[in-house]
């Protein structure tokens, strides 16, 4: 088992910043991409930016060229540097990770991210 905890997130007006973190304790040697997805009510979860071991990086359209992810191996974390925030950023925002074989996923509590126009 995998537990991740999330901070960060909180209320900023459009066109600010905000950080997320997400620290990953447990079984960590099993997992892969690291990464986080956003969810709207009513809509399905969609992939907001991942990043692999390896350091390979992944991002929604919506989000390219204002939005950074990062990870520290030795920490086991992975951090969101969220920048020009527009209000359809607004969302739950959840860390995850999964291991090598992509059928073991491991989801965050979620922290909410608002935008205000």
């Known amino acids: 088992q995998v537990q991740l905890v999330e901070s960060g997130g909180g209320l900023v007006q459009a066109g600010g910043a905000l950080r997320l973190s997400c620290a990953a304790s447990g079984s960590i040697f099993s997992i892969n991409t690291m990464g986080w997805y956003r969810q709207v009510p009513g809509k399905q979860r969609e992939l907001v930016a991942g990043?692999?071991?390896?350091?390979?990086?992944n991002y929604a359209d919506s989000v390219k060229g204002r939005f950074t992810i990062s990870r520290d191996n030795a920490k086991n974390t992975v951090d969101l540097q969220m920048n020009l925030l527009k209000f359809e950023d607004t969302a739950v925002y959840y860390c995850?990770?999964?291991?090598?074989?992509?059928?073991?996923?491991?989801w965050g509590q979620g922290t909410q991210v608002t935008v205000s126009s």
């Open positions: 995850y990770t999964h291991d090598s074989s992509w059928l073991n996923w491991y």
């Open positions: 990043i692999t071991s390896g350091g390979r990086t």
